[in-house]
């Protein structure tokens, strides 16, 4: 594993006209290209993730998995507004010498390609043997297969849409309601609005897990009338995300993933998506109420060539975190392979 850092000293223009000075761009790679570097995978993470696909996806990565780094070459790039070291809201403003914080403007699922795309181009890779993501690292996956179709031969969608729903949108938005709610926001500081953001995750996990989740695992006896499971379940979360996250970086990602729309400016969904010429697998799972298995039916059904596939779990959209051997399996029986 390395964990590198490159820096894009140009201008890089944002979707919605604003520049950024330059970039920084954090990412891992596993393993080694071939003589060919035709067995490329790229790994787009999700919200709160970093480039260190590994640590939190420790179950879909090692020799024989998925992400196996004895025959691929993996790489994962941290996205831009983010706060694990490529360019975000905790950086530095060239033009201030101070951080951005709540200065820092607002970035798209497309600002965040465009910036994987340059990523790749510096690294030297013109073709890539699959591009992988989940819910919202399924929206930069899918975005990158409409931008580049020629760049890739396969993508595995799994738990994500064409354009983010209003219900996603509403968790989104209660969720920096809460952050917004905190005296603090606003502040210039790393750790402005600190309970904010615990409340904003603990309304997150309401969307990440599902009814079943807590009837099974966070359920009382009948003789308490206080200090529930389910209460100090939500403040564990929400600390824990406190503890490795920052609230202005939250915010924004949060405003990015709701900016996902397929066919902004490129007519239709169907005329969008009918771009893809790479084989894309499509994993829905039974349970997930913030992507629900109809939208990435959806996505199947309309990616030239596409299969759908889903999992079962009790653990709602977080599903794909944790279903490691139904992911595998499905994977294995559509006979999807990363590297030949």
């Known amino acids: 594993m390395q964990i590198q850092q490159w820096k894009y000293n140009k201008p890089f223009a944002l979707e919605n006209g604003k520049v950024l000075p330059e970039i920084d761009i954090a990412y891992t790679t596993y393993g080694t290209p071939n003589a060919t570097m035709d067995n490329v995978v790229w790994v787009c993470h999700a919200l709160t993730a970093n480039s260190d696909v590994q640590e939190w996806w420790p179950g879909m990565f090692g020799p024989g998995k998925l992400l196996d780094p004895t025959s691929s070459y993996i790489i994962c790039a941290n996205i831009i507004g983010s706060c694990y070291g490529s360019t975000g809201p905790t950086s530095i403003n060239p033009a201030t010498g101070q951080p951005y914080y709540n200065e820092f403007p607002l970035v798209t699922i497309r600002d965040m390609v465009q910036a994987h795309r340059l990523l790749a181009n510096e690294l030297g890779i013109q073709n890539i043997e699959c591009i992988i993501g989940s819910s919202m690292g399924g929206h930069q996956a899918l975005e990158w297969l409409v931008q580049e179709p020629e760049r890739f031969r396969n993508g ?89 996250f920052n609230a202005y970086a939250y915010h924004r990602l949060s405003k990015a993933m709701d900016s996902h729309r397929i066919h902004r400016n490129r007519g239709s969904i169907q005329q969008a998506l009918g771009k893809i010429q790479a084989k894309v697998l499509c994993i829905g799972i039974e349970t997930d109420i913030l992507f629900p298995p109809s939208e990435v039916e959806f996505l199947a059904a309309n990616i030239l060539h596409a299969e759908y596939r889903e999992i079962t779990s009790k653990y709602g959209h977080d599903g794909f975190l944790i279903e490691n051997e139904q992911l595998q399996s499905l994977i294995e029986e559509a006979c999807f392979h990363t590297a030949d």
């Open 156 to 244: 595995i969608l799994i738990a994500t849409n064409a354009e983010h729903s209003p219900w996603g949108i509403a968790f989104n938005e209660s969720q920096r309601m809460a952050i917004e709610a905190d005296a603090t926001w606003g502040e210039p500081r790393e750790d402005a609005a600190w309970n904010g953001l615990q409340a904003a995750r603990s309304i997150g996990m309401l969307s990440y897990r599902h009814y079943n989740t807590y009837a099974k695992t966070q359920n009382d006896q009948a003789d308490k009338t206080d200090d529930y499971l389910a209460s100090s379940y939500q403040r564990y979360q929400g600390l824990k995300l406190a503890k490795r």
